[in-house]
């Protein structure tokens, strides 16, 4: 392998906008190439992002040898084949989320990503998270002692109604409107996208998911757009789930994007020993996380012991980056993601979050799609 590993980025909106500005900040990684659906398209983005190649044939960039990494950021639906040709070529596959539109297909690609012995990550970067490091390191060292529950919720304003009822995009700052959202084929959904990487980062905390139960709904039955049109969406707005781990411990997951005045990130969890509580009202650059901590060994009936956590400052440090910072900054848990993954490259071992992690998640959030209609419990040994 060369000693600087290049990447090939399909999609110019946040994959190009966000994902290309974070490569950039990994020592030995160049920003190679960029793959659009129109000629014109990617060869103004490579034009405006300094950017040596432009395709707009995936498998023609995926074919590429001087490539190394494929940055597959397009909508679900189109994902799938894009991931497959990176794979058939070799390439080490950085995926966006959710991680498929069928647990068939989520399987597939995991399998295919081993059998081709590359690297697949998946675009989850809350466990990477400078307080979200120390809440993993603080239960992998007792903390909390036996885990007994949780409470997980992700919401965000993202579809809302007041007076004059809109649909807007919070990552509008950076991207076009992902309007698709509201298209069932399109493979996404409030569900499907902050339950996935709510379970991510759940799983990594405490472990797999034994069963699940939940419902879904649509709260916001239209979409007001800026430009006078009207979208119906055909997808879940908002969902709620119990869950019981393979450990025993059990509890709750939220995930909307039609909640006003929401907290956006709460992540708590207890155990027989301790509780922990992260929250984090940014949600796509992860800057303001804070982690408070209880322990029960100092708990008295009238008084709680929960104080907010210093953190380390060598986790805002991401090794094998070129920032140089040391404090709390924009998409710092993106840059551990990344430099993460350049590091699972080069030394031969799993990205993460891994593929085998998604596939196995994603048969969480199906298993709580079939309990909404079949209204009952879903073991994950029931999904085929």
Known sequence: MADKLRVGIISANWSLKVHGAAWKRIEGVEVAAICTSRQETAERAARDYAIPKAYWNHEEMSADPDLDIIDVGTRPSFRFPMVMAALKNGK??????????????????????????????????????????????????????????????????????????????????????????????????AWRNFATHSLLFLTHLIGPVAEATGMLTTGVPEWFLPNGEVLKPETHDLGSATLRMENGAIGSLQAGWCVP?????????????????????????????????????????????????????????????????????????????????????????????????????????EAVERANNERRWIGMNEMG
């Open 92 to 189: 080490h596959v950085y995926d966006a989320l959710p991680f498929a539109v069928s647990l068939a297909d989520a399987e597939t690609m995991r399998d295919a990503q081993k059998a081709a012995g590359v690297v697949g990550t998946v675009d989850a970067q809350f466990r990477w998270s400078p307080p979200a490091q120390q809440m993993k390191r603080m239960i992998d060292e007792g903390y909390i002692g036996r885990p007994l529950g949780f409470n997980v919720q992700l919401m965000l304003p993202l579809i809302v109604a007041n007076d004059k009822p809109y649909a807007y995009c919070a990552y509008s700052e950076h991207t076009d409107p992902y309007y698709w959202l509201a298209e069932k084929a399109s493979g996404g959904s």
């Open 261 to 365: 005045d929401t907290e956006g990130w709460r992540v708590e969890v207890w155990g027989d020993r301790g509780r922990l509580l992260l929250v984090d009202n940014s949600f796509g650059n992860l800057m303001t996380a804070k982690l408070f901590a209880g322990d029960a060994r100092l708990l008295t009936y009238s008084a709680r012991t929960t104080e907010e956590v210093a953190i380390d400052p060598a986790l805002y440090a991401v090794p094998g980056t070129n920032s140089g910072e040391t404090e709390p900054r924009n998409f710092v848990a993106m840059d551990w993601m990344f430099a993460n993954m350049v590091e699972a490259i080069r030394n031969g071992r799993e990205g993460s979050p891994s593929f085998t992690e998604a596939a196995a998640v994603h048969r969480v959030v």
